[in-house]
């Protein structure tokens, strides 16, 4: 029984070192997303590129415009003349906000009236427009301050008022890489070995060596538990390389028991081999299979909370999110490298999981065996 | 033919006969079918078909496609469950103890179904260790197929890069590397040319000599004449069976005449109008007629093929072709 399971996954070894493709895909295609997630994906906004329209030409603009750029939210790139050429330059998309001072700003600042700016923000992706809507208005009201502790004569400190002071837990720099990154481990985990162990069966039904395979003494277990073995060591290469990477290069810093994350790694594991084998029961042709894959896969990237949070869903998708397995892991896998809580805390998850990949790999065997006669 | 073999026990192993051709009993049976039926849905595959395979003999079943062949091969190794109907492989029930027959026997697909992208070696080894056959015995088997199938010095080759002949020597190889005690080829020989195909069958000889039981599925004619046992199947049922020597001396109704003539086209059309024949049909560049009788024949035949202006090169009656048997069983039974 042993002996005959080993002889197919090292005949599996065989098929996944001769094919060169499917090896880059395995062990590049993760750090590939790894770092498009850590770098492109991200919604921390710093130096937007911004345009000014000084109308008013006076040290008090001038000391506005410095305010702006030292608070690092803003890059000025360009001066323009008059707003059609910012309202261009707005559409190009060669910058995405702009800062209009009008004439008599100086002389309203110096007779301490209240002077009015514009500010234009590029508001196609809300994520960003939202965070420069508050950065803009942040530097206009601290540099607001600044003309009343001038006029008044005091320090801002000195004076009556409520200051709060956040505290940001876990991810205390809101680092995007921070939260993308263990993200992406159960996203890698899911997709890659779906996909791998659906392909790896299918590719035997298409080339009809699997009839073949089922006229040796070799029972349907032994041939699923073998051909799933090498891809389970590939799953897990993968996860420690793209903790690796996110750890040492991104600077991710994992607060919880790397050995509990792994543990939880491999219960999940049961999950998505099993909807790959379930995947390679339905389908008939590597095509068909990476079909199938892809209308499960979006879906549950989505529902389960990967880039957008579950609470901000109407209520009927966060009602079938819970029907997204990968949502359990993205909840233990954020929970452990973040938060550094442990089973206490994801007890729940833990035991959907159970259930999940109980479950799944129930059904997909038995579809498997039922598929074979 | 009699189903003897029902009285026995099927769960009963019996020894690997080393009998040689002919000299087997009736008793000895590795494959006994009785009454097979496979339906999918309204389509019946398999009409209730019965036959025996003798041990150590080359045993033909003949049929063209689609007529149930490769269907009554994967019912007897437990790839399809019977609607209907019992059989027996090397004793073992084929419902019940598929596992067993599988362990005994060796399968080649119609598909070539060995790894592609696997080495000669490594494909051996794969399927020698899926049958437990392992360490210096493997080794040794591995020698044997090597040399057999002539693959001496392409042990380390990609089996995609191997030609056609080679791979189904290779894929016969790796089925016979557990030395099963019988195997089933379904059309193993298609798409391979002419002097593969005669290196095929002589393997087979030398396996049977040996003492290997063998069930091969073809539709080349020429094949079958090298069975001692054959099969006839169409539309799922045998339309005929016994050695090739019975069936054409006993299949036949009518005698065959071969014409040698020019235009053969239009002689066939003439003779097809003549409407007296059982069968007129074109074999190669010779027309063979059928009919009960066909010697009165010859003059009238003669006559009306000379007012067409055809010239009759040579007209004989001749023993019958295993397909010419085939082609008049099929039209009885569609009768």
């Known amino acids: ?373 | 033919m009699t189903f003897d073999g029902l009285r026995q026990a099927p769960s009963v192993k019996r020894q690997a006969s080393n009998v040689t051709w002919g000299s087997s009993t009736v008793n000895d049976y590795a494959v006994e079918v009785f009454n097979l039926i496979k339906k999918f849905g309204d389509f019946t595959a398999v009409n209730g078909v019965t036959f025996n395979i003798r041990r150590g003999e080359i045993f033909g079943f003949l049929g063209p496609n689609g007529a149930g062949k490769t269907t009554t091969i994967r019912m007897l190794l437990g790839l399809l469950r019977p609607t209907g109907g019992q059989a027996t492989v090397l004793g073992y029930d084929i419902v019940h103890q598929a596992e067993e027959i599988r362990k005994h026997i060796g399968y080649m697909s119609q598909r070539f179904s060995l790894y592609q992208d696997l080495t000669v070696s490594e494909n051996l080894d794969f399927y020698g260790r899926t049958y437990g056959v392992r360490g210096g015995r493997l080794q040794e088997r591995k020698r044997f197929v090597i040399e057999m199938a002539g693959l001496q010095g392409r042990e380390r080759e990609l089996t995609r890069n191997l030609s056609g002949g080679w791979k189904q020597r290779l894929a016969l190889g790796a089925a016979i590397l557990h030395e099963p005690e019988m195997l089933f080829l379904d059309e193993p020989t298609a798409g391979v040319d002419p002097i593969s195909r005669r290196a095929f069958w002589d393997l087979l000889y030398r396996l049977a000599e040996d003492g290997t039981t063998i069930f091969v599925t073809t539709h080349y004619m020429d094949e079958a004449e090298h069975c001692q046992d054959l099969a006839f199947i169409h539309n799922g049922r045998i339309i005929a069976q016994g050695s090739p020597e019975e069936i054409k001396l006993h299949k036949m109704q009518g005698q065959v005449l071969e014409i040698d003539c020019t235009q053969p086209d239009v002689a066939i059309t003439v003779l097809r109008q003549m409407g007296l024949f059982d069968e007129v049909a074109l074999y190669g560049a010779l027309i063979h007629v059928v009919a009960e009788g066909i010697a009165e024949h010859k003059p009238s035949i003669a006559q009306a093929l000379a007012e067409v202006g055809v010239q009759v090169r040579a007209m004989d009656i001749i023993a019958p072709s295993l397909e010419d048997v085939f082609i008049a069983n099929v039209r009885n039974n569609a009768d």
């Open chain 1, 1 to 373: 029984m042993i002996a005959r399971t080993l002889t197919i996954a090292r005949k599996e070894l065989l098929h996944i070192v001769r094919d060169r493709r499917t090896l880059a895909v395995m062990f590049f295609l993760p750090v590939m997303q790894l770092f498009l997630m850590g770098y492109a994906a991200t919604t921390d906004i710093e130096h937007l590129r911004t345009a000014v329209l000084d109308a008013d030409r006076t040290p008090q603009s001038r000391e506005l415009i410095e305010a702006y750029r030292a608070s690092n939210y803003f890059d000025i790139v360009g001066y323009v003349e008059n707003e059609e050429t910012l309202a261009r330059m707005v559409d190009d998309g060669e910058v995405r906000a702009g800062l209009l001072i009008p004439t008599g700003y100086g002389e309203d600042v110096a007779a301490g009236r209240t002077a009015d700016v514009a500010f234009v923000i590029d508001g196609s992706d809300p994520n960003v427009a939202n965070t420069v809507y508050a950065a803009s208005q942040q530097v206009g009201q601290a540099q607001g301050i600044r003309f009343i502790e001038r006029r008044l004569g005091v320090k801002a400190e000195d004076m009556p008022g409520v200051e709060v002071h956040p505290r940001v837990w876990y991810n205390p720099a809101m680092k995007s890489a921070n939260f993308m990154i263990p993200g992406l481990i159960a996203m890698v985990l899911f997709t890659l070995t779906i996909m791998l162990t659906a392909l790896a069966i299918v590719r035997e039904r298409e080339q009809g060596t699997i009839e073949q395979l089922m006229v040796t003494p070799i029972r349907p277990i032994e041939l699923i538990v073998g051909k799933v073995i090498p891809y389970v060591f590939v799953a897990f290469f993968d996860v420690l390389e793209v903790l690796a990477i996110g750890v040492f290069w991104f600077g991710v810093p994992i607060h919880g028991s790397l050995s509990l994350l792994l543990l939880l790694a491999a219960l999940f594991l049961m999950t998505s081999l099993g909807i790959g084998i379930f995947v390679s029961s339905v389908a008939n042709t590597q095509q068909e299979a990476m079909l199938v894959v892809w209308l499960m896969l979006l879906p549950s990237i989505f529902l389960a909370g990967f880039f957008f949070p579950i609470e901000a869903m109407p209520g009927f998708l966060q009602a079938l999110s819970y029907l997204v397995p990968l949502r359990y892991m993205l909840v233990i896998i954020r929970g452990i490298i973040l938060k550094g809580v442990g089973l206490e805390v994801l007890a729940t998850q833990v035991v959907a999981l159970v259930i999940f990949g109980a479950v799944i790999m129930v059904f997909a065997a038995t579809r498997f065996r039922k598929r074979l006669e």
